[in-house]
């Protein structure tokens, strides 16, 4: 590895970026667009949802609790319904998103510490699954003092219960700005190299390169090396937006964050040469990373629950890069867990970083047949 | 051999190149003198951009040996890429660079000395005229601008041999004489240069030529020996209806080829036709054509054609 000629191609790659204005604005405008797309499509400061109230117990205390819920604001009233079946109906047609019920016996539920009301949820709507949580927040014994009971200190979780329909597996709006670095990253970085080589093969660079005292491995790395650095722009990008317009939190190290965020853009990058290796043409190669992209958004726990794919899907899912990652992601920014804790992760990412970064130079051949 | 008491700096012997069924170079030997200008002459197809790939490695044979500079080529192609410079037929620079960009990052790659880096681009953009375009980019360069830049990026190393793969084919007249000075510059100071063309006029500037036709060395030469080999062969027909005359011509035995230059129709005969003039003769009367039938020099389109046509006519070898 000849170090000059290295940072030529780097330097060369660096110079060609500033001029190609299309891919510099994906850069910055891919993070944004999405980020702000998606970010504002989950949001989780859901307010007026449209609700049905059935009250039939009617009592000074179920009136109490049901004008607290309507005061959190998360739910506006736009029907009332005499049985719960009106309000399921309801639901269904898309009247109302979330239906509260406060069933005849409130009063002796109440007293027994058994759940006092139910509320039910439009669950085909994930964010208002994260809304309607907020309702079983609502305290039940402070509206109206209690004489006969002094359970006045009861914990409100578990007297209210929430029933989701349609999609019973709640998943929180948070986990998607950290997912939505890695689908950023997995979109752009695998695109910035899989049209590298083959880009330089259609215009008849190649033919010049091949011709020098150049290595495929100086090649390789020169080409990898400046779209790391973008990575890490877009990385930061995302999670200033993530926290100033969403307020996602970042729990754990900062630092944890840019190495799992380096990790899945060595990765990428290193899958994106390895395409670019194998393509005929730079519309070959943007089908091909279609091929990559396709199944990462869908298996990898980005948008459906991991823990329910089938086993094969599961093995498969765990050869993408972007499963890894979103598992560490979560784990650093959302639980605060620490890299260390999650090593498997860690190393399934740098082996795929090495493997298709092998492949990718013992693929390039200085030959023209 | 001329040339006899110079170092080789090329030899290939039973070059062969076959895409599949193809046969795109068919058994070709070759001896390139060191320090000079050889061309390869030959239409488009004919194997001059898939030999000149296997001579400096770029291709595997599929059958013949190569020694380039000393070098058995494609075994030592590594060894041989930092003494060779290689200007391909489509532009290869990068478009989106400057001159100066494309410049440092060849001198970088090529592993011209740091030191020596800047006195090089400055001396090159000095010699090809890029003084006032250094900022400029190439791909908004005029074609000839192109070629000179190409030009000036392959021998930014000084390498001991040059490969110029159809280097003028899309240039104008006077940008190619400027370009064939540098090529001349070039082989004074020492460098070996082959390239091909298909052009008559830049064959003929070439110290030795080689005529390539559907993969096969036809004729080698210098410009002079091959032309001289046609000696008496070659005539200038006037006459006031070119086209009809063409067509009495056609079929008479011992036309090699006929074709119109102007109001004239330029005439190749086989060797050994003796009294072919009598039947052209013959043939234009018969067809009611007043003509004049004039002996004329030969050039090294005759070669060609000579050349080419040696497998479908009556003549003989031509070199």
């Known amino acids: 590895m000849n170090w000059r000629r290295l940072w030529a191609i780097v330097v060369k790659e660096l110079r060609q970026l500033r001029r190609d204005r299309i891919t510099l604005a994906m850069v910055v405008g891919i993070p944004v667009f999405q980020l702000v797309l998606f970010g504002y499509a989950i949001n989780t400061n859901l307010r007026g949802l449209d609700v049905g109230i059935v009250d039939q117990a009617n009592t000074a205390g179920s009136r109490a609790l049901v004008l607290d819920m309507l005061a959190t604001g998360v739910v506006a009233p736009v029907a009332r319904a005499d049985t719960p079946q009106e309000l399921m109906a309801m639901i269904r047609r898309g009247r109302i998103s979330i239906g509260i019920v406060v069933p005849p016996d409130f009063e002796r539920r109440r007293i027994d510490g058994r759940a006092v009301a139910q509320v039910l949820v439009d669950g085909s709507d994930t964010a208002v699954q994260g809304a309607a949580a907020q309702l079983m927040q609502v305290p039940i014994d402070s509206a109206v003092p209690d004489t006969r009971a002094p359970l006045t200190s009861t914990p409100a979780s578990g007297r209210i219960s929430v029933v989701g329909f349609y999609n019973p597996q709640r998943r929180s709006a948070v986990n998607i700005v950290p997912g939505l670095i890695g689908v950023i990253l997995t979109m752009t970085m695998v695109l910035f190299t899989a049209i590298a080589i083959v880009r330089e093969r259609e215009r008849g660079n190649m033919e010049l390169l091949i011709a020098t005292p150049l290595t495929s491995a100086e090649l390789m790395v020169g080409k990898v090396l400046p779209y790391v650095a973008i990575g890490l722009v877009q990385t930061s990008v995302i999670l200033a937006l993530g926290t100033w317009l969403f307020e996602v939190p970042i729990r754990g190290s900062v630092l944890d964050v840019y190495l799992a965020s380096g990790l899945l853009i060595l990765a990428n990058l290193a899958l994106g040469l390895l395409i670019s290796t194998r393509a005929q043409s730079q519309f070959q190669a943007m089908q091909m990373t279609f091929f990559v992209f396709l199944p990462s958004i869908l298996l990898s726990g980005f948008m459906f629950p991991f823990a329910g794919m089938p086993k094969l899907v599961q093995w498969l899912a765990e050869v993408l890069p972007l499963t890894h990652f979103l598992r560490l992601i979560r784990g650093v920014m959302l639980r605060g867990a620490g890299l260390g804790e999650m090593w498997g992760d860690v190393l399934a990412l740098?082996?795929?970083?090495?493997?298709?970064?092998?492949?990718?130079?013992?693929?390039?051949?200085?030959?023209?047949? | 051999m001329t040339t006899g008491a110079d170092a080789i700096a090329i030899r290939a012997r039973g070059l062969t190149r076959r895409f599949g069924k193809l046969v795109a170079v068919d058994h070709v030997d070759l001896e390139v003198p060191a320090k000079r200008v050889y061309g390869f002459l030959g239409p488009n197809g004919s194997g001059k951009s898939t030999t000149i790939r296997m001579l400096c490695?770029?291709?595997?044979?599929?059958?013949?040996?190569?020694?380039?500079?000393?070098?058995?080529?494609?075994?030592?192609?590594?060894?041989?890429?930092?003494?060779?410079?290689?200007?391909?037929?489509?532009?290869?620079?990068?478009?989106?660079?400057s001159v100066c960009e494309?410049?440092?990052?060849?001198?970088?790659?090529?592993?011209?000395?740091?030191?020596?880096?800047?006195a090089r681009i400055d001396a090159l953009i000095g010699q090809y005229h890029f003084g006032d375009r250094q900022k400029q980019l190439a791909g908004t360069l005029s074609g000839g601008q192109k070629q000179r830049l190409a030009l000036a990026c392959a021998v930014i190393h000084e390498p001991e041999l040059l490969f110029l793969d159809e280097p003028t084919s899309a240039v104008d007249p006077e940008s190619r004489r400027d370009f064939w000075e540098k090529l001349f510059e070039l082989a004074d100071a020492g460098t070996t240069l082959l390239v091909s063309t298909h052009l008559m006029d830049e064959a003929e500037r070439c110290h030795r030529l080689a005529i390539?036709?559907?993969?096969?060395?036809?004729?080698?030469?210098?410009p002079h020996e091959l032309t001289a080999q046609l000696e008496g062969r070659t005539f200038i027909v006037e006459t006031a209806d070119p086209r009809r005359a063409q067509r009495a011509l056609d079929g008479v035995p011992g036309v090699l080829g006929v074709a119109q230059v102007g109001n004239t129709l330029r005439v190749l005969t086989a060797a050994g036709a003796g009294d072919v003039t009598q039947r052209m003769g013959q043939a234009l009367a018969a067809a009611a054509q007043k003509a004049e039938v004039a002996p004329a020099p030969p050039n090294l389109e005759d070669v060609f054609v000579a050349a080419t046509r040696k497998g479908d006519g009556d003549g003989e070898r031509a070199a």
């Open chain 1, 350 to 369: 740098a082996a795929f970083v090495l493997v298709m970064m092998a492949l990718a130079i013992l693929r390039f051949r200085k030959r023209l047949d």
């Open chain 2, 57 to 97: 490695g770029l291709l595997t044979p599929s059958a013949g040996e190569i020694e380039v500079l000393g070098l058995r080529i494609p075994a030592q192609a590594d060894e041989l890429r930092p003494h060779i410079g290689y200007m391909t037929q489509k532009f290869s620079l990068f478009e989106d660079l």
């Open chain 2, 102 to 118: 494309n410049l440092e990052f060849l001198a970088a790659i090529q592993g011209v000395p740091k030191a020596k880096t800047k």
């Open chain 2, 212 to 222: 390539l036709d559907r993969g096969a060395l036809v004729a080698d030469g210098t």
